[in-house]
């Protein structure tokens, strides 16, 4: 007869819990973002900000976004994203009267 082993539910010291195959391969799920990707592409970022690519790149062409472009490819900081939306939520304050 065996006896029952306990199995550790949490991973060694300094080693990152693994969910799932996504977060081993450092890969998101279509439709998710990675939640430590700081860099994203045009569809990463028309995600994160509710908008389209189309709407991305028209915001990339007429400068009112920054961008910057890593091995040829243009990427977009969640941390320029994040000033962007910021910055819209002021001019909407103002505009309506609120503030």
């Given at each position: 007869?065996?006896?029952?082993?306990?199995?550790?539910?949490?991973?060694?010291?300094?080693?990152?819990?693994?969910?799932?195959?996504?977060?081993?391969?450092?890969?998101?799920?279509?439709?998710?973002?990675?939640?430590?990707r700081?860099l994203?592409?045009?569809?990463?970022?028309?995600?994160?900000?509710?908008?389209?690519?189309?709407h991305?790149?028209?915001?990339?062409?007429?400068?009112?976004?920054?961008?910057?472009?890593?091995?040829?490819k243009?990427?977009?900081?969640r941390?320029d994203?994040?000033a962007?939306?910021?910055?819209?939520?002021?001019m909407?304050?103002?505009?309506?009267?609120?503030?």
């Amino acid at each position: 007869m065996s006896s029952a082993v306990d199995v550790p539910t949490r991973p060694p010291a300094g080693v990152a819990p693994v969910d799932d195959a996504y977060s081993a391969s450092g890969t998101s799920p279509p439709g998710m973002l990675h939640p430590r990707r700081r860099l994203l592409d045009y569809s990463q970022a028309a995600e994160y900000l509710g908008t389209t690519e189309r709407h991305m790149r028209r915001l990339r062409h007429e400068r009112r976004i920054s961008s910057v472009k890593v091995g040829g490819k243009v990427r977009f900081d969640r941390k320029d994203l994040d000033a962007f939306i910021e910055a819209r939520k002021d001019m909407a304050e103002d505009f309506h009267g609120v503030g």
